[in-house]
């Protein structure tokens, strides 16, 4: 990871932070990736080491997340973050590029792919579509709400192994210890705005009605890929969403629930460079 590379940018008055990884292919074309809800740019190291062969990757920081600046609690909806991720589009300069987004930046995604923007080449959206099954989504608010403070990091890993024992533990332990930061009392809290993990401060979404008529909308090749185990992407949703898109390819990646790139890696890798290079 020593080519990778740490930058600031500003968008539409807010620090954001993003992860710019260098390919060795001098005719690379972009890839640029979103983290899930409570996530960060981080999470793709290992993603995006193995995709700068092929691609220049961009990891991005989404508003209120990592070490992208926080915004005022009201203003973390959906809409605001398609509209950030348009600027970074064009603050970049990219074009002829493919957009890659997990969860929370799928959703992201289907909102700015389903407007047919001329820059955007081919798409990947992974376990998420415009309607979430709902005890998967009740079981992440629970989550988030929950006590977020630590003694060390290897205590909140702890927690995290407890929630979820799929992923490869190294992998999982890197997630977990670049989430975190330290508070004033020196205990570590994770890295992303505590307005956030309030389910009282009302953020706006897309309706699941106009989100069916986005991915509907969609004009670029496009991956749907669902965690097997999946409580947030349901089986008859997910074929839903690959008939209702002109130019889909669902694939499903056994023994996986919702973070399919950190509970089965090298099989949603395997899966995703297939599809983005070919």
């Known amino acids: 990871m020593t080519n990778v590379q740490d930058e600031l940018i500003e968008l539409r008055g807010l620090r954001f932070h993003y992860r710019d990884w260098p390919s060795s292919n001098a005719n690379a074309k972009d890839l640029v990736l979103l983290h899930g809800y409570t996530g960060h740019a981080r999470s793709w190291d290992a993603f995006a080491a193995a995709m700068s062969d092929t691609y220049r990757v961009l990891a991005l920081d989404q508003r209120g997340h990592g070490e992208t600046q926080w915004a005022p609690p009201q203003a973390y909806?959906?809409?605001?973050?398609?509209?950030?991720?348009?600027?970074?589009?064009?603050?970049?300069?990219?074009?002829?590029?493919?957009?890659?987004?997990?969860?929370?930046?799928?959703?992201v995604s289907i909102g700015y792919a389903g407007a047919r923007p001329p820059e955007l080449s081919r798409l990947v959206i992974v376990d998420i579509a415009p309607e979430i099954s709902a005890a998967g989504l009740q079981k992440i608010v629970t989550n988030v709400a929950r006590s977020d403070t630590f003694a060390t990091r290897e205590e909140a890993f702890a927690r995290a192994r407890q929630d979820n024992p799929i992923p490869p533990v190294e992998h999982h332990r890197h997630r977990v210890y670049n989430s975190l930061m330290r508070t004033e009392e020196g205990l570590w809290t994770y890295r992303y705005d505590r307005a956030l993990r309030d389910a009282s401060v009302p953020r706006e979404t897309i309706p699941a009605e106009e989100g069916w008529e986005l991915v509907a909308n969609f004009n670029v090749p496009t991956l749907l890929i669902r965690g097997e185990l999946s409580d947030i992407l349901a089986p008859e949703i997910a074929e839903r969403m690959a008939k209702d898109i002109p130019d889909c390819q669902l694939r499903e990646v056994a023994g996986s629930g919702h973070p399919v790139p950190l509970d089965q890696p090298e099989s949603f890798l395997e899966v995703a460079r297939e599809f983005l290079t070919g």
């Not at 605001?80 to 969860?103: I, P, Q, R």
């Open 77 to 107: 909806g959906t809409r605001e973050m398609v509209t950030d991720l348009e600027a970074f589009v064009a603050a970049m300069g990219l074009s002829d590029f493919t957009l890659l987004g997990l969860s929370m930046g799928g959703i």
